[in-house]
């Protein structure tokens, strides 16, 4: 297991409600990345944030956006929420930006159903 | 752009036999390729990595995956198969010019038969 960890579990949401994800890295990890994982596909990558800061993102709305904090913790909010949010809300963590060949580590995920 | 492609949604096997799950990539500069492993209900658990070197790269519980630039692809591989081996397994990719950033394959569903 990783150190990663994910709150909560599970949760369920109606169209047009806003929620929090949150995510603790792993010891000595600064850099946070967040992955939407849809029903029977690979993950895609949201966004990544680095001492605080965005730093990359995918494909995603507006009405995606995350925090960074002090500790490296993380959260990913989600506004006006769409039934195509459900999925898999996957964290990760590293250290730094040193390159690409920098692993990461997946925590459990936050599964989202959206009604 | 970047992209990885599993092309088999599922692999059977038998216990005992070896596995192989395919990935091919496409990037635009030097790949760094890994492979991940999902358990039902479960996060992503790293099984190793191709940064340079060795085309072999031996990874976490008896994988492996061979490295080959001429034919674009990073297959896992395992001589013996073991019905706990059975998961999603991803394939994903990062290069210098992207970034940090994976872009994963589809996923391939690996089961292992008793």
């Known amino acids: 297991e990783t150190g990663v960890t994910q709150s909560p579990t599970h949760l369920i949401k109606t169209r047009g409600q806003q929620v929090t994800l949150r995510c603790s890295s792993q010891s000595g990890h600064n850099t946070v990345s967040w992955y939407q994982q849809a029903l029977g596909q690979g993950p895609q990558f949201i966004f990544q944030y680095y001492r605080e800061e965005e730093n990359g993102r995918g494909n995603f709305p507006p009405r995606f956006s995350g925090l960074q904090f002090p500790n490296y913790s993380s959260e990913l909010n989600v506004n006006a929420l769409e039934l195509d949010d459900s999925a898999l809300y996957l964290c990760?963590?590293?250290?730094?930006?040193?390159?690409?060949?920098?692993?990461?580590?997946f925590g459990p995920g936050t599964r989202l159903l959206v009604l | 752009a970047q992209s990885v492609a599993q092309p088999e949604d599922q692999v059977n096997v038998a216990e005992g036999n070896p596995l192989t799950v395919k990935c091919t990539y496409s990037v635009s500069g030097n790949p760094y390729l890994f492979w991940y492993v999902q358990y039902p209900n479960r996060g992503l658990q790293f099984l190793l990595k191709?940064?340079?070197?060795?085309?072999l790269v031996k990874g976490s519980y008896g994988f492996e995956a061979e490295f080959n630039k001429s034919q674009t692809s990073f297959h896992l591989k395992k001589p013996s198969a073991l019905v706990s081996d059975s998961a999603l397994y991803f394939c994903a990719v990062r290069d210098k010019e992207f970034g940090q950033n994976f872009v994963f394959g589809p996923g391939t569903r690996l089961s292992v038969l008793p």
């Open positions: 990760a963590s590293s250290f730094g930006t040193s390159g690409p060949q920098e692993t990461q580590y």
């Open positions: 191709y940064i340079t070197g060795d085309n």
